[in-house]
């Protein structure tokens, strides 16, 4: 699968780099291009020098050769059957075009900014919406990002990955007292869903139906008050009891 990601900081190094070890197609873009042809190359080398955390890759990402971007600040080197993918550096438009998924990873000051950089080649492609609110203290839920996402670019959005710090998501695989970590989506267009999911399993972790696009801003607002519980010193997993005792609950 070839993933564009909007976003050269630490979430598209972490992602990005599991998502190359497991054989997908990576392409980071940021405001300065030598910086991100310099985080490609460092996403590269750690992609190479450890083991897919997924356990099991996804069946596009095998085999063929990746092809040169125009105008791209790194050109691909050949992605064979067991070999990982390499990562490449493009500008905003350039990830646009080339994902067949595109990962939003800036952050809310540059959001609007990214998006009309990126331009039409988002229109109708699943985006894997990352992002939180600035300041969770000030978190309004009638400003969603992920419903801004999908007004502005036009693609189809699905939140997810936007509950753990980024270092969660070097690990490989993020398990926890043997549990591999569960991570939600919210989303209406199947076929995106269909790629997140794939993109959760391959980081060795389990896709949990959130529901719905409309549910993307409780997703947003779990952040926004977990992450406060956190910054306050509190064990924000312990505020839930776990599945066995958390009583009998009808499907929703």
């Known amino acids: 699968m070839r ?11 972490a992602l990005g780099t599991q998502w190359a070890r497991a054989g997908h197609e990576v392409m980071v873009s940021g405001r300065d291009l030598s910086r991100s042809t310099a985080q490609a190359a460092r996403m590269s080398t750690a992609a190479a020098s450890a083991p897919s955390a997924g356990a099991a890759v996804s069946a596009s990402a095998g085999t063929g050769v990746v092809a040169g971007v125009a105008g791209a600040g ?5 992605s064979r059957a067991g070999e990982r993918g390499r990562v490449l550096a493009g500008s905003f438009a350039e990830v646009a075009e080339f994902g067949e998924v595109v990962v939003v990873a800036v952050r809310e000051a540059g959001l609007l900014d990214t998006l009309h950089a990126a331009g039409l080649a988002l229109r109708g492609k699943a985006l894997i919406d990352v992002t ?15 419903r801004l996402i999908g007004e502005v670019s036009g693609g189809h959005v699905v939140k997810a990955f936007n509950l753990c710090h980024v270092d969660v998501w070097r690990m490989t695989p993020p398990v926890f007292d043997g549990r591999p970590l569960a991570v939600p989506l919210c989303g209406d267009d199947p076929g995106a869903l269909t790629a997140a999911r794939t993109l959760v399993t391959d980081l060795g972790c ?12 409780l997703l947003e607002a779990t952040a926004a008050f977990m992450i406060g519980l956190w910054f306050s010193g509190a064990d ?12 009998t609950h009808q499907p929703a």
Request: without cysteine.
């Open 206 to 217: 389990t896709p949990v139906d959130g529901g719905g696009a409309e549910r993307a801003a």
């Open 132 to 146: 939180n609110a600035a300041n969770p203290k000030e978190y309004d839920i009638t400003h969603s990002l992920a």
């Open 236 to 247: 924000a997993q312990a505020v839930l009891p776990p599945l066995p005792s958390s009583g």
């Open 74 to 78: 790194v050109v691909a080197e050949v």
């Open 3 to 13: 993933i564009g990601i909007l976003g050269a900081g630490g979430m598209a190094d």
